[in-house]
């Protein structure tokens, strides 16, 4: 069984037991969490699709981690022309185990 979510602007296929890496939720670590911005729920060849969301689907999940990924480096440059720019942006991230798909 899985389902897709929206969450942060971008969707997830996700299945129970699976853990992933989501834009920053404002949530303490260990508690539950709950996405209800369902857009596709499947259990073999039973399809749920929503127009735009499912009703009354829920997927729960359990919060990891509150972190940040790796750096990434912003270069800008001109050739000739003495200019040089560096910048670096580390991005926040919640770190989620989806524990229940819920189809009501």
Do not use: C, N, W
């Amino acid at each position: 069984m899985y389902a897709v979510i929206v969450t942060g602007g971008k969707q997830y296929r996700v299945a129970i037991g699976d853990t992933l890496k989501i834009e920053k939720l404002l949530a303490e670590v260990g508690t539950q969490v709950s996405f209800d911005q369902v857009l596709l729920v499947a259990k073999g060849d039973d399809i749920k699709i929503g127009t735009p969301t499912v009703a009354h689907a829920i997927v729960s999940a359990e919060v990891l981690a509150q972190a940040r990924l790796a750096k990434v480096r912003i270069i800008k440059f001109r050739r000739r022309k003495h200019y040089r720019k560096q910048q670096g942006h580390r991005q926040y991230y919640t770190q989620v185990k989806i524990t229940q798909i819920h189809v009501g």
